[in-house]
């Protein structure tokens, strides 16, 4: 078959890569402002370049996969939708609740696949846990924990527009612990705080973060977000039932220092960056496009999981700002 990339920045570039080392790609089709970007790509994969993603769309692909601004994914899912070409786009839909219900209308009914980035999915330890609990093998849940530290805070010009740490970086717990719990957030209670980095606190931004969610069955989910943890990439769940319980990311790369005596775990080189930490997901959740593509599949992460994401995102940013638990349904439009 033959992908279109829109977008051939960091994630678009690894993309890219990913893609052209799939059998069920032939060929790739690439587009971005950045000249040198798509000379790179021409070069090493052997793309097809275009002037514009409407000259991609009109090039005879069979897929696109949207790695553009976050500003440009709704206009890019609609323009794809419309030629009736399956679209892969990464997190968030677009940057407000508003907007993303704007591109869920125009895309129901459509009947072209839509399938929104949300690596962990795809990731073995995690669909593992998911297995757990569909099984009832850890019987009802009491407590889920949801971990994301990331090894140092994104640049000031992105902080500027990633919209707050839960709606780039905490919504990635929000939709796994949905996805493997199988249950939705009714209600959310947030905190944070700024340790370092000052242009993050300029930004009215946080670099530590944790939120309480409660859960329809009333399972109570602790989320932990920081920008700061030097030894390296964290992304861990626990899951708590009534007759066991397990984890995702207990690892020798686990990076956590363990001051037990007579303790060798973790053994391992800590992960250091989120694409080395998920790197056989992502080739795993590219690899569900193909087949969402070939029509073997329907989309694994809808437009409406990333909207429950984003809407419970939304409701830890309006906790966080007013210091008060918010229900679900305050946010909803």
Known sequence: MRIGIMGL???????????AGLDGVDSLVVTDPVAAAVATATERFGATATDSPEDLLAAGVDGVVIAAATDAHPSLILAAVRAGIPVFCEKPVARGVEE???????????????????????????????????????????TVRSTTLDPAPPPPAYVAVSGGIFRDCGVHDFDIVRWVTGREVVEVYATGGNRGAEYIREAGDVDTAS????????????????RHNARGHDV???????????????????????????TAFPAGTPHTFFMDRFADAYRAELTAFTEVVAGTRTSPCTVTDAIEASLTAEACTLSLREHRPVRLDEVRK
């Open 211 to 226: 939120a309480l969610l409660t859960l329809d069955d009333g399972t109570i989910a602790v989320i932990s977000d920081s």
């Open 9 to 19: 920045g960091r994630i678009g570039s690894f993309h890219a890569e990913t893609l």
């Open 100 to 142: 993303s219900l704007e591109v869920l209308r125009a895309v129901e009914g459509s009947g072209v696949e839509v399938h929104i980035g949300y690596n962990r999915r795809f990731d073995a330890g995690f669909a593992a846990a998911r297995r757990a609990v569909l099984s009832g093998e850890l019987g009802d849940l009491h």
């Open 236 to 262: 861990r769940l626990e899951l708590h039932g009534m007759k066991d319980s397990i984890a995702v990311g207990l690892e020798d790369r686990l990076p956590l220092r363990s001051v037990e005596p007579g």
